[in-house]
């Protein structure tokens, strides 16, 4: 019997070794050199709960503010069960943005645009951003895409104020869709086009989470709906091909692309669903958090009105169509200014997310390969660049090259061979919603909360009254 018992003693005690051997290392973690300051947290969980702690969206997460003021602006911590580099430096994230071009996303995400995705391959990702170019760069925007945005802005701007009532993120999500869906698909089958949009209901607002893929989780909930997008998507392609019928646009110019890279219905089907998926869970929140900045600021809700109503007016004078032109965006100056201070401020999040694929110096610390790499605008926020950085002021953007996307001092949109291709499309959108807006007369309900939870957070809708 005291046998038995010397056995288990031992068994439990090599395992409790072991454990703490375990923990040692994950709070340890070993490279070449002298790793960055900062705290790895709790085994797999690391410090994941108090990074997605909700947040004021107009700033940088306390998470991020404490650290920094504690280690500095280079700090290692661990993240959804994964080793993470967090930089404010923008010299470094310049340079990761530039020398590394896997995008660093944790599992979750992997599961949502498949760890197989054209965005991790460095050849399907250029393939991908030529197609999207042709797509949504200015040219297909300023030929194409402007007549499609502004005809569903300008409808739904109608049945809103017909109600009283407009959700804008809701109805930033439609005219997204909509116009997607309509070139990429063409005509679809009422039934077809039913559940798609239905499935988007499945997709939780926060990508970012642990990537347990069981029942009842977010993550399951995600594959879910991605498997079945993917089923509808594909099923209308090949029912079309088949019957010979006209596909949208860009399926015709993906089908038709002539690069040494080709694409087949399974490649094709993957890359519209991330195109989908990106454009509907960015910019109609971005542009709810500008509506909110806008109704906040009666001096800008003034400029604002001046500008567009003096548009209606000159079409007006000119017996021109009310429809807007590409001339009338690029004339929308303030508004322009508007949405560049927008996304300025409401960038409170890493703008360089990449997988590192080669070990780095950073001064004294060695940043090894491997790790995800989040790189945070704290450019937009510095006082020597910016006067009084957390003030919404579009007027700090009177005289400056306003078509500008990427700089060292002003990078929403990302840096490098991932700056994000649907800039200007996201950018069109926005000042074509605010110019059919303020043909009403409008204002956003005073408890409309701005936060954040890496996603920006609405947790109080984003309703304007409108008539």
């Known amino acids: 019997m005291v046998e038995v018992y010397e056995f288990w003693a031992v068994i439990v005690s090599l395992i409790v070794v072991k454990l703490c051997h375990w923990i040692y290392q994950w709070k340890n973690p070993k490279g070449n050199g002298k790793l960055p300051p900062g705290s790895m947290g709790y ?38 069960g994964g080793k993470v580099i967090i930089s404010t430096d923008i010299g470094l994230n310049m340079e990761i943005a530039k020398t590394n071009h896997i995008p660093g996303m944790p599992k979750s995400l992997e599961r ?117 997008m993917m089923k509808v998507i594909k099923e209308t392609v090949v029912k079309k091909r088949a019957s010979g019928k006209e596909l949208g646009e860009f399926f015709e110019t993906i ?17 519209i669903f991330t195109l989908f998926v990106i454009a509907n869970e960015t910019t109609p929140g971005v542009l709810a958090a500008t509506i909110k900045l806008i109704s906040d600021n009666p001096k800008v809700m003034q400029e604002l ?5 003096g548009i209606v007016q000159d079409k007006i004078k000119k017996d021109e169509t009310a429809d807007l032109t590409w001339e009338d965006y690029k004339s929308m100056t303030f508004t322009q200014m508007v949405i560049n201070e927008s996304l300025r ?19 004294d610390y060695t940043i090894p390969a491997g790790w995800i790499f989040m790189g945070y605008p704290y450019v937009h926020f510095n006082p020597e660049k910016y006067d009084d950085p957390l003030a919404f002021n579009p007027w700090r953007w009177k005289g400056k090259d306003l078509s500008t996307i990427v700089s060292k001092t002003y990078l929403p949109f990302g840096s490098g061979t991932r700056l994000c291709v649907g800039a200007e499309f996201v950018k069109l959108q926005m ?22 939870r890496f996603i920006l957070v609405l947790p109080r809708g984003s309703d304007v009254q409108i008539s």
Request: charged content about 25%.
């Open 43 to 80: 085994p797999i969980i690391g410090e994941t709960f108090e990074f997605m702690k909700l947040h004021d969206a107009i700033q940088l997460p306390t998470f991020v503010k404490e650290k920094l003021l504690r280690h500095g602006p280079v700090f290692k911590t661990s993240l959804f």
């Open 112 to 228: 949502l645009f498949g760890a197989t995705n054209l965005f991790v391959n460095k050849d399907t990702h250029k393939h991908a951003r030529s197609l999207t170019n042709q797509f949504l760069g200015s040219q297909a925007l300023k030929l194409r895409m402007i007549q499609d945005i502004d005809f569903l802005a300008r409808t739904h701007m109608k049945e809103g104020a017909r109600k009283g009532c407009l959700d804008v993120k809701e109805t930033a999500s439609k005219i997204v869709i909509e116009c997607l869906s309509k070139k990429v698909m063409g005509e679809m089958e009422p039934e077809a086009a039913k559940e798609l949009t239905l499935c988007w209901t499945f997709f939780p607002r926060d990508w970012f989470r642990f990537a347990w893929n069981i029942p009842g989780t977010g993550v399951y909930r995600i594959v879910k709906a991605r498997n079945r």
């Open 255 to 271: 089908f038709g692309d002539t690069e040494s890279v080709t694409m087949s219905i399974e490649i094709a089907t993957e890359y």
């Open 305 to 309: 009105r001046r500008e567009h109503e």
């Open 345 to 363: 401020i409401t960038s409170t999040v890493p703008t360089v997310l990449r997988i590192i694929d080669h070990e780095i110096q950073f001064g």
């Open 431 to 452: 000042a074509i919603f605010i110019h059919h807006l303020f043909r009403y007369r409008w204002s956003m309900k005073a408890e409309t909360t701005l936060l954040r």
